[in-house]
């Protein structure tokens, strides 16, 4: 009978301990990282017993709980943390491409209808020079012009300060989770692997990897206890957690806005090229921005050199050589500083001499010979250029965001939880635990019976 009992006493406690955890389960079927637990059962090991009757298969132990498993599928998450890298690289290039061309501003403040309409000013000058007010409509034309030159300077100067502030704030949430991995490591050293504590210690350890592959393309290796090593993917030579130790990364940006990411390699600091994630599509994107400034600064620049060279072939009202028109800084951004130099409109010098006759508008028709691949193509190529750029960024980020949701969806096929599956189980624990008290029921009543035959 004490056989019965320990066996109907062993299968009450593992069948308690299954409920438990399908029971947890349920509990936590919406909470973000949880992976499903299960439980590793095998039979109770018997103590053999030392008698000369005793004969083989006779002695029955029971059954116990060995281990709380957790589901797990180290491919899937390999994929999980390959995808959200690209989609993070994806979506940070996207989304600040997308506030530049904001900046550029192809509309009717923009620079392109802007240089459009000081031709067009001069046109009407031209048609008109001795008229006093198409020469001030060809002055607020062209301050109009400087005018937009620096707005979207500004705003791309903007654009790549909230790249760098988004970057920034990119790399202190990398620091902060490979902080609490080197604890976790801690913590995994000192758990009991299959016990329930240990499992959502490895559920941190997963939900903390996943978030820094979203913002680092990394590569983990996995030690003793579920503890994990991160280095950068490509980098076997980097090290962002190793152990308890963690390393963390800096950002640094040049003057001309370009950001560049620093990791611990070899022991000491390098800079680290594409390293993927959102960090990598921020640094990439800032790179762009970058380029994007000094072209339409390029393009200020030759503008007001051109039109202040075509002043000076030129005459005023008064007969004199044209003055500088345009005004822009020795040092720093030629867009951020182009301005217009003068409000006289008698200044503009409509006129052109062959050193013998002077024609009123002869200077202001030859400005139209200038107007071909001059700052008005230009700036209609750069703005193209970048919405082409920006278009492909957009549907790589909607590619890469499908694979990303992808992944994790085949992941949670294998550790999420499915309501129906955990009501079949809890249905089928529920009947072996019925069964194991039903045993212990039935070696009290037989033992009862054989007390009663006294």
């Known amino acids: 009978m004490s056989d019965l009992l320990s066996i109907g006493a062993s299968g009450i406690s593992a069948y308690k301990t299954a409920l438990s955890a399908i029971s947890d389960n349920v509990a936590n079927s919406e909470t973000p990282g949880f992976a499903r637990r299960g439980t590793a059962q095998r039979e109770q090991v018997a103590s053999l017993p030392m008698h000369p009757t005793y004969r083989s ?8 709980i060995t281990a709380i498993t ?56 031209a048609a008109d020079p001795g008229n006093a007010m198409p020469r001030r409509a060809l002055l607020s034309a062209l301050d109009e012009t400087a ?21 920034q704030a990119n790399v202190d ?105 959102s960090i990598g599509g921020l640094i990439d994107v800032s ?50 500083s182009i301005a217009l130099a003068i409000t006289d409109p008698d200044a503009v010098p409509a006129a052109s001499t062959d050193g013998t006759t002077v024609t009123a508008n002869g200077n202001l028709i030859a400005l139209q010979n200038l107007r071909a691949g001059g700052a008005e193509d230009r700036m209609a190529a750069l703005v193209a250029g970048h919405a082409q750029a920006t278009s492909s960024a957009r549907t790589e980020a909607d590619v890469t965001g499908t694979r990303r949701d992808a992944a994790l969806q085949s992941r949670d096929e294998v550790i999420g939880i499915d309501l129906d599956r955990e009501a079949a189980e809890l249905i089928r624990f529920q009947q072996a635990y019925n069964g194991s008290a039903r045993i212990i029921q039935v070696a009290r009543e037989t033992m009862q019976s054989i007390l009663d035959l006294f």
């Open 57 to 64: 298969g006779t002695v029955f132990a029971g059954t116990q």
């Open 70 to 125: 957790r589901a797990y599928d180290q491919f899937r998450n390999k994929e999980v943390h390959v995808a959200s890298a690209e989609a993070g690289r994806s979506a940070a290039r996207a989304q600040w491409l997308e506030t530049a061309e904001s900046a550029l501003d192809d509309g009717d403040a923009g620079i392109g209808a802007r240089l459009t309409a000081f031709y067009n000013a001069a046109d009407a000058l």
């Open 147 to 167: 005018t937009a030159f620096r707005t979207t300077a500004q705003g791309l100067t903007r654009t790549a300060e909230g790249i760098a502030k988004d970057a």
């Open 173 to 277: 949430a990398v620091n902060g989770n490979l902080e609490a991995l080197a604890k976790l490591n801690g913590a995994l050293l000192r758990s009991e692997p299959g016990s329930a504590s240990h499992a959502s210690l490895l559920d941190q350890r997963d939900k903390l990897i996943d978030e820094v592959s979203s913002r680092l393309d990394i590569d983990a290796s996995f030690g003793t206890n579920g503890t994990v090593t991160l280095k950068l993917a490509r980098n076997s030579k980097s090290s962002l957690v190793d152990g308890v130790i963690p390393n963390p990364i800096a950002v640094a940006q040049a003057a001309n806005g370009t950001l560049t990411l620093f990791a611990s390699v070899d022991g000491g600091t390098q800079p680290i090229g594409m390293p993927g994630g």
């Open 287 to 336: 790179a762009t921005v970058a380029d994007r400034r000094a072209s339409l600064d390029a393009i200020a620049a030759d503008f007001a050199a051109t039109v202040n060279t075509w002043s000076a072939a030129g005459l005023d009202a008064a007969g004199n050589p044209g003055q500088p028109l345009m005004s822009v800084a020795a040092t720093g951004s030629a867009a951020a």
